[in-house]
């Protein structure tokens, strides 16, 4: 399986942006998607994660209500939608694919190119 995020791009402070994980060949059995992202001179950051099974998502703290994960399975796509975006959301932003069900950026064993994100004030 390979995994190409894409819809990066400069966006205003206060738009929003979503980004799209596209995932070439199928993964049976359970796994999770997940979003991270690193800034300039950061280390990379897990932001929310969709289950194979039952769609279930999961976000840090910072990102309720700004963030939307989802699935369109016809199309093997995972997607970030993202919100009130900020200057310090500037980054690249990763999708990954892991066995288990974790946050850690160390639990993800396929990882897409990243997609640069740039918000301006």
């Known amino acids: 399986v390979q995994l190409q995020a894409s819809g990066g791009g400069l966006v205003q402070a206060g738009g929003s942006l979503r980004l799209s994980c596209a995932a070439s060949?199928?993964?049976?059995?359970?796994?999770?998607t997940g979003w991270f992202r690193q800034g300039p001179g950061k280390e990379r950051e897990f932001l929310g994660r969709i289950a194979s099974r039952g769609g279930i998502t999961d976000y840090v703290e910072s990102w309720k209500g700004r963030a939307t994960i989802s699935s369109d399975n016809a199309k093997n796509t995972i997607y970030l939608q993202m919100n009130d975006l900020k200057p310090e959301d500037t980054a690249v932003y990763y999708c990954?694919?892991?066995?288990?069900?974790?946050?850690?950026?160390?639990?993800?064993?396929?990882w897409g190119q990243g997609t640069l994100v740039t918000v301006s004030s």
């Open positions: 060949g199928r993964t049976f059995g359970f796994y999770v």
């Open positions: 990954a694919r892991s066995t288990w069900n974790t946050r850690k950026v160390e639990g993800y064993t396929i």
